[in-house]
Protein backbone atom coordinates (compact mmCIF):
# COMPACT_ATOMS: atom_id res chain seq x y z
CA UNK A 1 0.00 0.00 0.00
CA UNK A 2 1.08 3.39 -0.72
CA UNK A 3 1.85 6.17 1.50
CA UNK A 4 1.63 9.36 0.78
CA UNK A 5 2.98 12.57 2.34
CA UNK A 6 0.46 14.23 3.73
CA UNK A 7 2.02 17.52 5.42
CA UNK A 8 2.98 19.46 2.07
CA UNK A 9 1.46 21.00 -0.82
CA UNK A 10 0.72 19.53 -3.87
CA UNK A 11 0.55 21.24 -7.15
CA UNK A 12 -3.05 20.76 -8.51
CA UNK A 13 -2.78 23.24 -11.56
CA UNK A 14 -1.95 26.31 -13.44
CA UNK A 15 -4.56 29.36 -12.01
CA UNK A 16 -6.12 29.45 -15.80
CA UNK A 17 -6.50 25.65 -15.46
CA UNK A 18 -10.01 26.60 -13.02
CA UNK A 19 -12.25 28.18 -15.90
CA UNK A 20 -15.82 28.64 -15.11
CA UNK A 21 -16.66 25.56 -14.47
CA UNK A 22 -13.83 24.52 -12.25
CA UNK A 23 -10.99 21.84 -12.54
CA UNK A 24 -11.14 17.83 -11.48
CA UNK A 25 -7.94 16.14 -11.20
CA UNK A 26 -6.75 12.88 -9.64
CA UNK A 27 -4.29 14.27 -6.84
CA UNK A 28 -2.60 11.41 -3.82
CA UNK A 29 -5.71 8.93 -5.57
CA UNK A 30 -8.59 11.26 -4.82
CA UNK A 31 -10.90 12.55 -7.07
CA UNK A 32 -10.69 16.89 -6.27
CA UNK A 33 -13.13 19.26 -7.20
CA UNK A 34 -11.15 22.80 -7.60
CA UNK A 35 -13.33 26.12 -8.49
CA UNK A 36 -13.46 29.93 -7.97
CA UNK A 37 -15.36 31.90 -5.34
CA UNK A 38 -17.23 34.67 -6.30
CA UNK A 39 -14.48 36.75 -5.08
CA UNK A 40 -11.82 34.96 -7.10
CA UNK A 41 -10.63 32.21 -4.43
CA UNK A 42 -10.43 28.77 -4.44
CA UNK A 43 -11.98 26.09 -2.69
CA UNK A 44 -10.83 22.25 -2.92
CA UNK A 45 -13.40 19.84 -2.32
CA UNK A 46 -13.51 15.70 -2.75
CA UNK A 47 -14.99 15.25 -5.93
CA UNK A 48 -17.35 12.72 -4.57
CA UNK A 49 -20.93 12.89 -3.07
CA UNK A 50 -21.51 11.16 0.52
CA UNK A 51 -25.14 9.76 -0.88
CA UNK A 52 -24.45 7.60 -3.60
CA UNK A 53 -21.00 9.07 -4.48
CA UNK A 54 -21.54 11.48 -8.19
CA UNK A 55 -18.75 13.76 -8.88
CA UNK A 56 -19.73 16.79 -7.52
CA UNK A 57 -18.67 18.59 -10.23
CA UNK A 58 -21.12 16.91 -13.02
CA UNK A 59 -23.33 19.46 -10.10
CA UNK A 60 -24.57 23.11 -10.54
CA UNK A 61 -22.99 25.50 -8.47
CA UNK A 62 -25.32 28.00 -6.82
CA UNK A 63 -23.54 31.28 -5.72
CA UNK A 64 -20.37 29.57 -3.36
CA UNK A 65 -22.27 26.25 -3.07
CA UNK A 66 -22.50 23.46 -4.83
CA UNK A 67 -25.68 21.49 -5.62
CA UNK A 68 -25.11 17.70 -6.20
CA UNK A 69 -26.25 17.02 -9.71
CA UNK A 70 -27.85 13.19 -8.60
CA UNK A 71 -30.27 14.35 -6.08
CA UNK A 72 -29.41 18.02 -5.15
CA UNK A 73 -27.45 17.77 -1.81
CA UNK A 74 -26.09 21.17 -1.41
CA UNK A 75 -22.76 21.84 -0.18
CA UNK A 76 -20.53 24.87 1.31
CA UNK A 77 -17.41 25.76 0.03
CA UNK A 78 -16.33 23.99 3.18
CA UNK A 79 -17.65 21.10 2.37
CA UNK A 80 -20.69 21.10 4.74
CA UNK A 81 -23.81 20.02 3.55
CA UNK A 82 -26.22 22.96 4.20
CA UNK A 83 -29.85 21.22 2.31
CA UNK A 84 -31.12 18.08 2.01
CA UNK A 85 -34.07 18.62 -0.92
CA UNK A 86 -36.01 15.72 0.87
CA UNK A 87 -36.03 17.00 4.60
CA UNK A 88 -34.91 19.47 6.89
CA UNK A 89 -33.16 17.29 8.05
CA UNK A 90 -29.40 16.81 7.36
CA UNK A 91 -28.31 12.78 8.21
CA UNK A 92 -24.74 12.68 10.25
CA UNK A 93 -21.56 12.02 7.76
CA UNK A 94 -23.14 14.21 5.19
CA UNK A 95 -20.41 16.46 5.04
CA UNK A 96 -17.84 16.32 2.02
CA UNK A 97 -13.75 16.38 2.72
CA UNK A 98 -12.48 20.19 2.11
CA UNK A 99 -9.05 20.70 1.59
CA UNK A 100 -6.67 24.28 1.97
CA UNK A 101 -5.79 25.62 -1.38
CA UNK A 102 -3.72 28.66 -2.31
CA UNK A 103 -2.80 30.00 -5.21
CA UNK A 104 0.56 31.74 -5.79
CA UNK A 105 2.30 32.88 -8.42
CA UNK A 106 0.33 31.34 -11.08
CA UNK A 107 0.07 28.34 -9.63
CA UNK A 108 -2.99 26.25 -7.37
CA UNK A 109 -1.65 24.29 -4.28
CA UNK A 110 -3.14 21.95 -2.25
CA UNK A 111 -2.55 20.67 1.28
CA UNK A 112 -2.38 17.09 1.67
CA UNK A 113 -3.16 17.22 5.26
CA UNK A 114 -5.94 18.54 6.97
CA UNK A 115 -6.61 22.24 6.03
CA UNK A 116 -6.51 23.11 10.09
CA UNK A 117 -2.70 22.20 8.93
CA UNK A 118 -1.93 24.00 5.98
CA UNK A 119 0.94 26.37 6.19
CA UNK A 120 1.43 28.53 3.32
CA UNK A 121 4.74 29.48 4.26
CA UNK A 122 5.82 25.77 3.16
CA UNK A 123 5.05 26.38 -0.66
CA UNK A 124 8.36 26.48 -2.74
CA UNK A 125 8.87 29.79 -4.39
CA UNK A 126 8.21 29.63 -8.64
CA UNK A 127 7.65 33.12 -8.40
CA UNK A 128 9.86 33.53 -11.76
CA UNK A 129 6.73 31.37 -13.48
CA UNK A 130 3.60 34.19 -12.20
CA UNK A 131 2.72 36.55 -15.51
CA UNK A 132 4.94 39.71 -15.31
CA UNK A 133 5.83 42.74 -17.73
CA UNK A 134 9.59 41.46 -18.00
CA UNK A 135 9.24 37.95 -18.46
CA UNK A 136 7.14 35.18 -20.75
CA UNK A 137 6.60 31.71 -19.52
CA UNK A 138 5.23 29.17 -21.23
CA UNK A 139 3.53 26.26 -19.49
CA UNK A 140 2.34 22.84 -19.91
CA UNK A 141 1.25 19.37 -18.13
CA UNK A 142 1.12 16.03 -19.30
CA UNK A 143 -0.10 13.00 -17.69
CA UNK A 144 2.61 10.51 -17.27
CA UNK A 145 2.31 7.04 -17.11
CA UNK A 146 4.97 6.23 -13.80
CA UNK A 147 5.23 7.02 -10.29
CA UNK A 148 6.11 10.27 -9.47
CA UNK A 149 9.42 9.47 -7.57
CA UNK A 150 10.76 8.09 -10.43
CA UNK A 151 10.06 11.10 -12.30
CA UNK A 152 12.52 13.06 -9.33
CA UNK A 153 15.36 10.44 -10.19
CA UNK A 154 15.07 11.58 -13.99
CA UNK A 155 15.13 15.13 -12.87
CA UNK A 156 17.54 15.11 -10.41
CA UNK A 157 20.19 13.11 -12.43
CA UNK A 158 20.35 15.23 -15.61
CA UNK A 159 23.10 13.08 -16.72
CA UNK A 160 20.42 11.59 -19.21
CA UNK A 161 20.29 14.50 -21.47
CA UNK A 162 23.56 13.84 -22.94
CA UNK A 163 21.77 10.48 -24.11
CA UNK A 164 17.86 11.04 -23.72
CA UNK A 165 17.93 14.58 -25.29
CA UNK A 166 20.08 13.85 -27.80
CA UNK A 167 18.15 15.29 -30.69
CA UNK A 168 16.79 18.48 -28.44
CA UNK A 169 18.22 19.78 -25.72
CA UNK A 170 21.32 17.97 -26.45
CA UNK A 171 24.27 17.87 -24.08
CA UNK A 172 26.54 18.16 -25.97
CA UNK A 173 29.36 16.57 -22.92
CA UNK A 174 28.56 19.33 -20.76
CA UNK A 175 27.89 16.29 -17.99
CA UNK A 176 31.12 14.68 -18.65
CA UNK A 177 32.40 18.16 -18.64
CA UNK A 178 30.92 19.55 -15.54
CA UNK A 179 31.08 18.73 -11.60
CA UNK A 180 28.30 17.23 -9.78
CA UNK A 181 27.15 18.65 -6.31
CA UNK A 182 24.00 17.15 -3.88
CA UNK A 183 23.94 19.26 -0.64
CA UNK A 184 20.66 19.94 1.57
CA UNK A 185 19.44 23.36 3.42
CA UNK A 186 16.75 22.46 5.84
CA UNK A 187 13.83 20.15 4.25
CA UNK A 188 15.14 21.25 0.48
CA UNK A 189 17.88 18.98 -1.70
CA UNK A 190 19.95 20.55 -4.34
CA UNK A 191 21.72 18.51 -7.05
CA UNK A 192 23.82 21.39 -9.32
CA UNK A 193 26.21 20.70 -12.65
CA UNK A 194 28.74 22.98 -12.92
CA UNK A 195 31.39 22.87 -15.86
CA UNK A 196 33.73 25.45 -16.64
CA UNK A 197 35.55 26.57 -19.35
CA UNK A 198 33.49 24.95 -22.25
CA UNK A 199 31.95 26.13 -25.60
CA UNK A 200 28.87 27.57 -25.40
CA UNK A 201 26.28 24.76 -25.05
CA UNK A 202 23.25 24.34 -27.23
CA UNK A 203 20.70 26.63 -25.08
CA UNK A 204 23.55 29.29 -25.41
CA UNK A 205 23.72 29.74 -29.38
CA UNK A 206 23.77 32.69 -30.77
CA UNK A 207 24.45 34.32 -27.30
CA UNK A 208 28.30 34.32 -27.52
CA UNK A 209 31.18 34.59 -30.90
CA UNK A 210 32.42 31.15 -31.85
CA UNK A 211 35.19 30.13 -29.84
CA UNK A 212 34.15 31.80 -26.94
CA UNK A 213 34.56 29.78 -23.63
CA UNK A 214 31.66 30.21 -20.96
CA UNK A 215 30.96 28.74 -17.68
CA UNK A 216 27.60 26.99 -17.32
CA UNK A 217 25.25 25.59 -14.83
CA UNK A 218 22.52 23.96 -14.32
CA UNK A 219 20.92 24.23 -10.77
CA UNK A 220 18.12 22.11 -9.53
CA UNK A 221 16.09 22.13 -6.58
CA UNK A 222 13.99 19.90 -4.75
CA UNK A 223 11.05 20.12 -1.91
CA UNK A 224 9.09 17.47 -1.18
CA UNK A 225 7.18 16.17 -2.54
CA UNK A 226 8.38 16.52 -6.11
CA UNK A 227 8.63 20.10 -6.83
CA UNK A 228 11.60 20.96 -8.62
CA UNK A 229 13.27 24.09 -10.34
CA UNK A 230 15.74 24.20 -12.36
CA UNK A 231 18.10 27.08 -13.49
CA UNK A 232 19.97 26.94 -16.44
CA UNK A 233 22.21 29.80 -17.15
CA UNK A 234 25.84 30.43 -18.34
CA UNK A 235 28.00 33.00 -17.98
CA UNK A 236 31.58 34.43 -19.81
CA UNK A 237 34.02 32.03 -18.53
CA UNK A 238 35.42 33.58 -14.89
CA UNK A 239 33.11 36.39 -14.71
CA UNK A 240 30.46 36.31 -12.03
CA UNK A 241 27.19 34.68 -12.63
CA UNK A 242 25.08 37.98 -13.19
CA UNK A 243 27.64 38.63 -15.95
CA UNK A 244 25.41 35.63 -18.42
CA UNK A 245 22.18 35.00 -18.22
CA UNK A 246 19.75 32.28 -16.58
CA UNK A 247 16.53 30.51 -17.68
CA UNK A 248 14.48 29.21 -15.10
CA UNK A 249 12.24 26.14 -15.59
CA UNK A 250 9.86 24.69 -13.09
CA UNK A 251 9.32 20.71 -13.54
CA UNK A 252 6.37 19.60 -10.57
CA UNK A 253 4.90 16.08 -10.09
CA UNK A 254 1.90 15.54 -8.54
CA UNK A 255 1.32 12.07 -7.70
CA UNK A 256 -2.38 11.16 -9.47
CA UNK A 257 -1.76 7.48 -8.22
CA UNK A 258 0.74 5.25 -7.35
CA UNK A 259 1.38 4.55 -10.95
CA UNK A 260 0.68 8.03 -12.83
CA UNK A 261 1.85 11.50 -11.97
CA UNK A 262 0.57 15.09 -13.63
CA UNK A 263 4.32 16.63 -14.72
CA UNK A 264 3.78 20.66 -14.55
CA UNK A 265 6.46 22.32 -16.67
CA UNK A 266 7.19 25.96 -17.00
CA UNK A 267 9.85 27.55 -18.77
CA UNK A 268 10.62 31.47 -18.61
CA UNK A 269 12.67 33.91 -20.28
CA UNK A 270 13.65 37.14 -20.09
CA UNK A 271 14.11 38.17 -24.19
CA UNK A 272 12.18 37.84 -27.28
CA UNK A 273 9.33 38.56 -25.14
CA UNK A 274 6.42 39.28 -27.75
CA UNK A 275 7.70 36.80 -30.27
CA UNK A 276 5.40 34.35 -31.43
CA UNK A 277 8.07 32.45 -33.40
CA UNK A 278 10.51 31.84 -30.42
CA UNK A 279 7.09 30.44 -28.30
CA UNK A 280 6.22 28.12 -30.95
CA UNK A 281 9.89 27.20 -31.35
CA UNK A 282 10.39 26.59 -27.49
CA UNK A 283 7.26 25.01 -26.85
CA UNK A 284 7.92 22.70 -29.53
CA UNK A 285 11.53 21.58 -28.31
CA UNK A 286 10.40 21.69 -24.77
CA UNK A 287 7.06 19.53 -25.11
CA UNK A 288 9.35 17.16 -28.03
CA UNK A 289 11.84 17.02 -24.93
CA UNK A 290 9.59 16.15 -22.23
CA UNK A 291 6.43 13.87 -23.86
CA UNK A 292 8.42 12.29 -26.69
CA UNK A 293 12.01 11.72 -24.72
CA UNK A 294 11.62 11.95 -21.27
CA UNK A 295 8.59 10.26 -20.71
CA UNK A 296 8.77 7.38 -23.11
CA UNK A 297 12.19 6.55 -21.02
CA UNK A 298 10.42 6.77 -17.65
CA UNK A 299 7.28 4.75 -18.37
CA UNK A 300 9.37 2.26 -20.30
CA UNK A 301 11.48 2.14 -16.90
CA UNK A 302 8.86 2.15 -14.49
CA UNK A 303 7.02 -0.79 -16.54
CA UNK A 304 10.13 -2.77 -15.68
CA UNK A 305 9.46 -2.52 -11.73
CA UNK A 306 5.82 -1.35 -11.28
CA UNK A 307 4.72 -2.32 -8.01
CA UNK A 308 7.77 -3.95 -6.51
CA UNK A 309 9.50 -1.73 -4.03
CA UNK A 310 12.64 0.08 -5.60
CA UNK A 311 15.27 -0.44 -3.04
CA UNK A 312 14.20 -4.39 -2.96
CA UNK A 313 15.01 -4.12 -6.63
CA UNK A 314 18.89 -3.19 -5.82
CA UNK A 315 18.85 -0.64 -8.05
CA UNK A 316 23.14 0.13 -8.85
CA UNK A 317 24.36 3.18 -7.99
CA UNK A 318 26.46 5.62 -10.62
CA UNK A 319 27.21 8.16 -8.01
CA UNK A 320 25.59 10.69 -11.30
CA UNK A 321 22.10 9.54 -9.57
CA UNK A 322 22.72 10.64 -5.79
CA UNK A 323 20.40 13.31 -5.91
CA UNK A 324 17.33 11.05 -6.93
CA UNK A 325 18.76 8.62 -4.25
CA UNK A 326 19.06 11.56 -1.22
CA UNK A 327 15.53 12.72 -2.14
CA UNK A 328 13.90 9.38 -2.03
CA UNK A 329 15.31 8.75 1.64
CA UNK A 330 14.03 12.77 2.52
CA UNK A 331 10.60 11.63 1.43
CA UNK A 332 10.38 8.04 3.26
CA UNK A 333 11.38 10.07 6.33
CA UNK A 334 9.04 12.50 6.31
CA UNK A 335 6.84 9.56 5.42
CA UNK A 336 7.90 7.46 8.48
CA UNK A 337 7.73 10.46 10.77
CA UNK A 338 4.01 11.31 10.27
CA UNK A 339 3.03 8.01 10.71
CA UNK A 340 5.10 7.80 13.78
CA UNK A 341 2.27 7.41 16.81
CA UNK A 342 2.56 10.68 18.57
CA UNK A 343 3.52 10.25 22.23
S1 LIG B 1 -25.31 11.22 -5.13
FE1 LIG B 1 -25.33 13.26 -4.51
S2 LIG B 1 -27.27 13.62 -3.73
FE2 LIG B 1 -27.29 11.54 -4.35
FE1 LIG C 1 14.92 15.12 -19.37
Redesign the pocket.
Known sequence: MVHWLRNCWYMAGWSEEIGDTGLTRRIIDQPIYLYRLEDGGIVALLDR?P????PLSLGMREGDNVV?G????TFSPQGKCVRNPFAERIPPGTDVPSFAAVERHGIVWLWGGTPESADPSRIPDFSFAEEAPHSRTLRGCMLMRANYEYGTDNLLDLSHIEFVHKRSLGGDGVIFAGEHSVYVEGDTLHSNWFARGIPPPSVAYGRYPPGAKVDHWLDMRWDAPASMRLLIGACPHGEPREAGFELPQAHILTPASEHETHYFWASTRYDNLDSAEVDAALRKLLVGAFEQEDKPIIEAAYANVRGKDFWAERPVSLGVDKGGARARRMLQGRIRNEQAPIG
Open positions: CHRFACYHGL
